[in-house]
């Protein structure tokens, strides 16, 4: 084995053992644009029902993004249980339109909360839909193709 593939393989060990916490981690594209009718799904099923978990929404999102906040519609189905729907908002730009989030090009990742602490109720699959729920100001009806939002990722952490 070469110095290089040694190096390679220590740095990949590396980036990937120590995320320990990860329990699901996916993401979806949205396609050129995000339609208002479009709904991102992602299925889960939890391994423990006594085990308490960190659930996030991670957004990839480029600068064609024109908005400041982020409205999304979210409904976990807990299979024969009850549905559990939210409605949330997450600031995705500073002011001045800069994109909040983490990445070195004009695409960003942002890993957002949406329960904490959360304990899945028994260990069948669960289903969590996804839709994008932006509205312009002072308008009514919702935006029709959502731009910039480039994927969509459910993320369920352990918590130890």
Request: with cysteine; proline share 2%.
């Amino acid at each position: 084995m070469t110095l290089r593939n040694s190096l390679f393989l220590l740095v990949w060990f590396t980036l990937f053992s120590c995320d320990k916490n990860r329990g699901f981690d996916q993401y979806k594209s949205t396609g050129e644009s995000w339609h208002k009718d479009s709904i991102v799904s992602f299925d889960f099923t939890p391994k423990d029902s006594t085990q308490k978990y960190n659930l996030f929404l991670t957004v990839r999102n480029n600068n064609n993004y024109p908005f400041q906040n982020l409205f999304l519609i979210v409904e976990m189905n807990q299979g024969n249980k009850k549905s559990i729907i939210d409605t949330l908002e997450y600031v995705m730009a500073n002011p001045d339109g800069t994109l909040l989030g983490n990445g070195m090009t004009d695409t960003k990742e942002s890993k957002l909360f949406y329960k904490e602490n959360f304990t899945f109720s028994h260990t069948q699959p669960h289903t969590f839909y996804i839709q994008q729920a932006v509205r312009q100001q002072n308008k009514i009806e919702g935006v029709e193709n959502l731009e910039g939002i480039t994927e969509i990722g459910l993320r369920i952490e352990t918590i130890k």
